[in-house]
């Protein structure tokens, strides 16, 4: 059964920092691509970044990049999502994600407010 715990999330003020962590369980993770969504009230879920099996590639959303960094390790079972920079905009509930299939967690609610 695959699980994906997020945690991390929180209250920050604007230009503060956050570190996701997605705990992965119940497939071989190293061998998939994983991602990060976001999803704000009333707004569809966007994709935030994904990193390749490896970690060797990763991709973002334009309105995060330069701010947010997307690792793994696979030792762990862990995907991170280091956010920098932070800005009201960002707020919302960050999911993890097995790319591509419809495997999710629970979600962290980041909430980016002075």
Not at 43 to 63: F, M, P, Q, W
């Amino acid at each position: 059964q695959v699980q994906l715990v997020e945690s991390g999330g929180g209250l920050v003020q604007p230009g503060g920092s956050l570190r996701l962590s997605c705990a992965a369980s119940g497939f071989t993770f190293s061998r998939y691509v994983m991602s990060w969504y976001r999803q704000a009230p009333g707004k569809e879920r966007e994709l935030v970044a994904l990193i390749t099996s490896a970690g060797g590639i990763t991709n973002y959303a334009d309105s995060v990049k330069g701010r947010f960094t997307i690792s793994r390790d696979n030792a762990k079972n862990t995907v991170y999502l280091q956010m920098n920079s932070l800005k009201p905009e960002d707020t919302a509930i960050y999911l993890c994600n097995r790319h591509l299939y419809n495997d999710w967690g629970q979600g962290t609610q980041v909430t980016v407010s002075s």
